[in-house]
């Protein structure tokens, strides 16, 4: 179903280095594993991601669960108009019923997805079975095949171990930037024997660490890979930016011609520019970060009380 049809995607995706003299002066390499390239809607991970679910799913209708800005909920809603499937949306935030709908949740009803509203402790709650039945209830999507919030269950995982898989031999390090850290478990699962993954979490708080090591136990039966994070580079939380952040996205896009996703991708780039420039790495080592995503514009510059809402 994925290889050929809507959901085909274009693997390997490229691998491309680029010259920057922020790396060039401690004799790092940086490639760019461009995983934005993979599918035109289903973009990076979340083809990675999704695939498998999708799969598993069989033609039943599917359920899952995000934020008001979530690229998760509209790369899912994508994913049902190319294949027909059925899909529906709960999205975190009561409120947000009595209003239009914003440019994410307008491309996700666009594409066919029934969307769901539910208060904010109902959507805390979701994943204990008894609010996550009255959810399906109320949804009217009894028997629907559940994807979890951001998308990372234990195929999810497994599917991104080709991730680390087509990276293998081609990079010292890995570099990933991190929400629910599903992408950095199943990538450090896939790389070979000495090389290592390196997560930059976009959210502030301190518990991907645990998290991730779940996902892993859950998707492989145990932790694997060689794996760390770095919490310095959040800016403050999801969705969050500061002036600094902006130059620094638009000053990569300058040089290197790649648009420069914002909520993940720049905070990722920003957090290698200073390792480098703190002299984290040895000289020699070759660095591929991922490029998970694209921008999506409409997500940016958007108001205080949206961004305190996680993916
Ligand atoms: C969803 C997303 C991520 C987060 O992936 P996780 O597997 O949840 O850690 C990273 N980058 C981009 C661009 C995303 O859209």
Redesign the pocket.
Known sequence: MTSTGPLAPRLPSPLVEVRDDRFDRHGLRLLLKRDDLIHPEL????WR?LAPNLEAARGRELVTFGGAYS??LRATAAAGRLLGLATVGVVRGQELADRPLNPSLSRCAAAGMRLHFVDRSMYRHKSEPATLAAILREAGAEGAYVVPE???NAAAVRG?RALGEELRGRSDVVA?????????AGLAAGLAPGQRALGIPVLKGGFLEADIQTLQEHAFGTRTGTWSLDDRFHFGGYARTTAELDAFAENFERRHGLPV?R???AKLLHGLTTLAEEGAFTRGTTIAAVI??RPFPQAQGRSDSDRRQR?
């Not at 973009?43 to 979340?46: E, L, P, S, T, V």
């Open positions: 973009i990076g991970n979340k991601k690229s998760h951001g998308g990372s991104c990933v930037a991190c929400g629910t850290g599903g992408t950095l996703e909520l993940y991708v998970t995503g993916a």
